[in-house]
C-alpha cells in the first residue's frame, strides 16, 4: 500500500463527507486506502456513512478520544508507506495527494510535508510556525511578534514573515494535512496522547527532527481549509486548553533544561494567558 489516509472526526460530519468524496474525486494515488475514526460525534450516522462510503475503514469510538489518540488508532490500522493526516474540515483538489507523495519520494531525508491551506475564498492560511522556544514564547507573551512582525528573531514562532510561495525545510506545519512516513513513525512512534487536541503534532515534530530527520512545506499541493469547525464549537475550553498543552510541552521537554527561574516564569505567564482565556 503506497499511502493511507487518515481523518479524525468530531462533529463535522457534513464536512467529512464533503472531504471524502473529494479524496474519491482527487487523490490521484495508485494503492490507497482511507481510514476514518469518529470520536463519539452527536451528529454521525454511522450506517448512512458506512453505506455512502463502503470503502472507507471506519472505526466509531463510543468516547471522545482526543485528536491524538484518534490519529494514533488510525494510524494503527494503517499500512501505507505514507501516511496523510487530514482535518474533516479539509478539502482534496487536484492532484494535492499525489504531489505530496511525489515530494517525499525524491526526499527520503524528509519525516514529514505540509502544503499550502487555502480557504473557500482563496486566501492563504499562515499554517507553518516555528517550535515553541523559549526566547520565540517570551516575544509572544511580551507582544514583540505583533509590534516587529518582520523580525526573523522576534517573529520566530508564528513566523509572519514567511513566504507561502516558497518551498522551505521548516519545523511544525499545521497538522490539518501533514504527510508522514512509515519510517519516520516506525522509528519515533505515535503522537503522545499527554497533548490530546494541541501540541501533538508539534511534539512529533520535535522528536524526529531530534532523530534527525527533516520537515519541509511545499506550495506545489494545495488543500482546501475551512478551519477550527470541530474546535470553535467549544472555543473558550479550546483556548484554555492550548495553553495547558504547552505547559505540557515545556515540562517534557525544557524543564531539565533550563535556568530554573526563567522555567518558572516562562509556565507563570502561559498560565497567566490561560486565565485571561
Known sequence: MLLSIVIVNWNTTLLLEALVDSIYH???????????????????????????????????SPTNLGYA?????????????YVLLLNPDTELKDDAASTLVAFMQSHPEAAAVGCRLVR??????RSV???????????????????????????AYRMTWFNYDTEAEVDQPMGSCLMLTRKAIDQIGLFDKEFPIFFNEVDWCYRVKLAGWKIFFTPSAEVIHHGGSSTKQVRKMMRRESHRSLARY????Y????FPPAYCLIIAAIRASEMMG
Open 255 to 258: 524543564k531539565g533544561t533550563m
Open 129 to 155: 510556525r516555528g517550535f515553541p522556544h523559549p526566547a520565540a514564547i517570551g516575544s509572544e507573551l511580551l507582544g514583540l511578534s505583533k509590534i516587529f512582525p518582520k523580525s526573523q528573531t522576534l517573529g
Open 120 to 125: 473557500p475564498n482563496g486566501s492563504v492560511d
Open 69 to 81: 489518540e484518534g490519529n494514533n488508532a488510525a494510524i494503527a490500522q494503517s499500512s501505507g508507506e
Open 250 to 253: 515545556y515540562k517534557k521537554h
Open 26 to 60: 482527487h487523490v490521484g494515488v495508485q494503492g490507497f486506502e482511507v481510514i476514518v475514526v469518529d470520536n463519539a460525534s452527536s451528529d454521525f450516522d454511522e450506517a448512512g456513512f458506512r453505506r455512502r462510503f463502503p470503502q472507507v475503514k471506519l472505526t466509531v
